[in-house]
């Protein structure tokens, strides 16, 4: 199965979802909870979405009688987990490897 790319972001997305497996997050609750912006967030919904990892439902609201507009939630399909799981354990023992941040380049320099 694909894998997401691992940035922080997607991982603090992961991070928030697995906090709460089997709870629904709509978009804004999740951007509060990862402290990421709505422009960042929903990208990652959308392809983390695409691979099967998460469900999405609009709910179920008159947003005229509500006052707001109608909230999407997602949350982790059972395989979404465990691939979540996954991909943490693995960016996490990339990041701890010794060597795997390479101060050398930085700024340009080799």
């Known amino acids: 199965m694909p894998t997401p790319r691992m940035t922080l972001p997607t991982r603090a997305v992961l991070r928030t979802l697995l906090e709460h497996p089997s709870r629904e997050f709509y978009g804004l609750e999740l951007c509060a909870a990862a402290g990421l912006a709505s422009g960042t967030i929903h990208p990652i919904l959308a392809r983390l979405e695409s691979l099967g990892w998460l469900r999405s439902r609009w709910e179920d609201l008159d947003p005229r009688e509500a006052g707001r507009p109608r909230r999407r939630y997602y949350s982790l399909t059972s395989?979404?987990?465990?691939?979540?799981?996954?991909?943490?354990?693995?960016?996490?023992?990339?990041?701890a490897k010794p060597g795997a941040l390479r101060p050398g380049l930085a700024g340009g320099q080799s």
């Open 79 to 95: 395989d979404g987990a465990v691939q979540a799981h996954r991909a943490l354990a693995r960016a996490d023992a990339r990041v």
